[in-house]
């Protein structure tokens, strides 16, 4: 069973021959420290390098890439050897990023040599750095242990050997560099795609032409809400629609027994659409999408690959409407410089040339549009059938609650990477839903606005009516009241703890509840009865009783972090990641505990705490500005639809649905149940 660590965390080896497998966003120089009890080098050869890659039970590449393994014998280590650093660095000249913050997170694998995965770590919250201690092998009393650290310097290489007390740290960092060089010109380039999939169709312009493929880009980011990013990463704007394009022929496979490139197709798909006929007739459906298929996307798993599909169909959609709306602007202005030109000239603005010319701008406008929106179904058909295919193949941590999978649900040996946050949708595809997935763990605390600002009374947008009657007997036939809202507000939260405690390994994941008025206890029935939460304690007193405790605990484990003694915690700390749910906000508070509160909104995420806020900003005016920085760390999501999402690089306004349960439906009373009984909570 992999183990998947999250920063400070520590799992043991059950072996001494291991090999450490990286993956990153672009080109890396690996390399390995050997350090003493306090990690001090003893000198320059205790570093491991592509200039002197090999080193007593080390072997290092010998290049810049964007993949390496690491080979490690644990026993072949000198006694003196107690700390085996694995580090990251960005080689200069080789490549276009500067900071890790530019591309994916860098993720780290320690396996068997057979293969099998012993614990991974994908080192997030890297900005500015250029240089980071991925992980470290450690002995403590005879057995060796890996540690996940993430522990980046915004200085280089150089920086990071002298942190680590090497005296001649510049020197070294240079000689590296001069080897990377070197040994640029032997890398071995990434493998070419293996047939023409979601990532590698051509895109459709504008005008409805098919450019020649692209190359891929990395998955984009969740969207984001509008007056702050709502993730790391950010997407690229685009003017066409790959999911309706075709024409770009697929790369033949190598063969399985040639020295070539891995072939990384799925099993099912074809290298080439079936024909629609008994006739091979080539030129009969050359304009016909291929068949979609669940997965057809980059990705080592098919978890990754339906992720990156996912967050594809998103992209799509928001360059297809994008297209469409660029369009319809067009024709709006054409029409009205061919207004003005027909009437700038007053012999034309009396009698039948005048009628004649506006029938004929009017006419103009309409085929233009007519044009626009004929491509934009056509995208959208495409899209829906994709839709239709990769809906039921997600896994549950992707999936809505009304998705067969939760019937057959078992608590997971692994966390997933990501979550469904629920659905979002523009308001020229109404039927059209693409889900919401944000990476795990957390990065952001979320804040369900239970306020009535959440509902616009007055707003007469299609995609509300909508969502009213999506949710059924959730809202009345006109808005909901604020009693209305607050309730919806606390089911949505149930929900997103429900799918957290869900997705992870049993005992990995706890839900805290602040609730000091007790006004939630109907809504958090779910969570109580199943055993996984405890009875929130009432007052100032259970207020101050939580946040005391988590406050401890992310003081603890960011001085285990920093001092790399993670075997120091106490016993009697839980390391389970913790979600903290505050409802009734700011009843119960005072300034201390605001202070807390702020604490682990901004220091949590890191060390496994994450906030959950239900709470109208309204009610909280009295205090002013001093929250603002609280409200603006959080990603605000509603209990009702509500077009306030923005995505980062083409700027729609993203109508977001919460995941609620169908009404009714005992799926997230049973997945709890089942989560309890693995935990050893509940019954059985």
């Keep these: 069973m992999t183990a998947e660590l999250v920063r400070g965390q520590n799992h043991p080896l059950d072996r001494t021959r291991v090999e450490i497998r990286i993956t990153a ?58 700390r085996v650093s694995v580090l990251l660095a960005l080689p200069t000249g080789i490549g276009a990023l500067t900071t890790f913050g530019a591309a994916a997170a860098p993720s780290v694998a320690v396996t068997g040599l057979d293969g099998t995965s012993l614990a991974g770590y994908t080192i997030t919250g890297l900005g500015a750095e250029s240089a980071v201690v991925a992980v470290e092998l450690y002995r403590r009393q005879g057995a060796w242990k890996v540690r996940a650290v993430g522990q980046g310097y915004a200085d280089g290489l150089t920086a990071m050997l002298r942190d680590q007390g090497l005296a001649q740290a510049a020197e070294l960092a240079a000689e590296i560099e001069r080897a990377v060089g070197l040994g640029h010109a032997r890398a071995v380039p990434a493998p070419a795609p293996a047939a023409a999939g979601r990532s590698e169709r051509p895109e459709r312009s ?107 169909m998103f992209e799509d959609l928001a360059r297809s409407v994008a297209a469409y709306r660029s369009a319809s602007d067009f024709a709006e202005s054409r029409l009205e ?76 040996l692994e966390r997933p990477m990501a979550l469904r946050l629920g659905d979002l949708h523009l308001p020229e595809v109404l039927d059209l839903r693409i889900p919401m997935l944000v990476r795990l763990p957390l990065e952001r605390g979320l804040w369900i606005d239970s306020g009535p600002d959440a509902y616009d009374r007055g707003s007469s947008l299609p995609e509300r009516e909508y969502g009213r009657r999506e949710l059924g007997s959730a809202l009345t036939d006109g808005p909901p009241d604020e009693a209305e809202l607050r309730r919806l507000a606390t089911e949505t939260a149930v929900a997103i703890a429900a799918r957290l405690l869900a997705v ?42 939580v946040l005391e405790g988590l406050t401890r605990r992310v003081d603890l484990v960011q001085m285990a972090v920093r001092s790399r003694a993670a075997d120091a915690l106490p016993p009697d700390l839980d390391t389970a990641e913790q979600l903290l749910i505050v409802h009734d906000f700011p009843h119960g508070f005072d300034d201390r505990a605001l202070t807390q509160l702020r604490y682990l909104a901004d220091e949590g995420p890191a060390v496994g705490v994450h906030l959950m806020m239900v709470a109208d900003r309204a009610q909280a005016r009295e205090y002013g500005p001093v929250l603002d920085p609280l409200w603006r760390s959080l990603l605000r999501i509603t209990p009702v639809p509500d077009a306030h999402l923005a995505d ?36 059985g």
């Excluded at 493929?213 to 690229?236: E, K, L, V």
């Excluded at 509840?513 to 100032?540: M, Q």
């Design 25 to 82: 966003g672009g080109p890396v120089v690996a390399g390995v420290t050997l350090g003493d009890e306090q990690g001090r080098l003893a000198g320059a050869e205790a570093v491991a390098h592509p200039g002197e890659p090999r080193r007593t039970g080390i072997e290092v590449p010998r290049q810049a890439a964007a993949e390496h393994r690491i080979a490690v014998d644990l026993d072949a280590l000198p006694d003196a050897v107690h």
């Design 206 to 312: 504008a005008a409805g032409a098919a450019p020649a493929p692209t190359p891929q880009r990395p998955a984009p980011a969740p969207p984001t809400a509008a007056d702050d990013p709502a993730a790391s990463g950010t997407g690229t704007a685009g003017s066409g629609t790959a999911g309706a394009a075709t024409g770009a022929a697929p790369t033949p496979a190598a063969s399985p027994a040639s020295h070539g490139p891995v072939d990384y197709r799925h099993p099912a798909r074809r290298s080439a659409p079936a024909p629609t006929g008994p006739a091979p007739a080539a030129p009969a459906a050359p304009d016909r999408p291929p068949l979609p298929v669940a997965g057809d996307a980059a990705g080592w798993s098919m978890e990754e690959r339906l992720y990156n599909q996912v967050w594809g």
């Design 337 to 412: 410089q061919e207004l003005d030109k027909a009437l700038s000239d007053p012999r034309n603005r009396l009698g039948t040339a005048a009628d004649v010319a506006r029938a004929a701008a009017r006419d103009k406008h309409a085929t233009l549009v007519t044009q626009a929106r004929a491509a934009l179904d056509r995208d959208l058909g495409q899209l829906a059938a994709e839709s239709e295919v990769v809906e039921p193949a997600l896994p549950p941590a992707f999936a809505r609650w009304d998705n067969p999978v939760w019937q057959g649900y078992h608590v997971p």
């Design 504 to 545: 992870h390994p049993a005992g990995e994941f706890a839900v805290q509840v602040i609730d000091p008025g007790g006004t939630a206890a109907p809504a958090l029935a779910p969570l109580l009865e199943s055993g996984v939460l405890l009875p929130p304690v009432p007052g100032a007193k259970g207020v101050s009783a």
């Design 648 to 683: 980062p690089w083409v700027g729609h306004a993203w109508t977001y649905e919460p995941p609620l349960a169908p009404r009714g439906s005992q799926v997230v009373r049973q997945v709890l149940g089942r989560v309890a009984q693995a935990r050893g909570a509940g019954p």
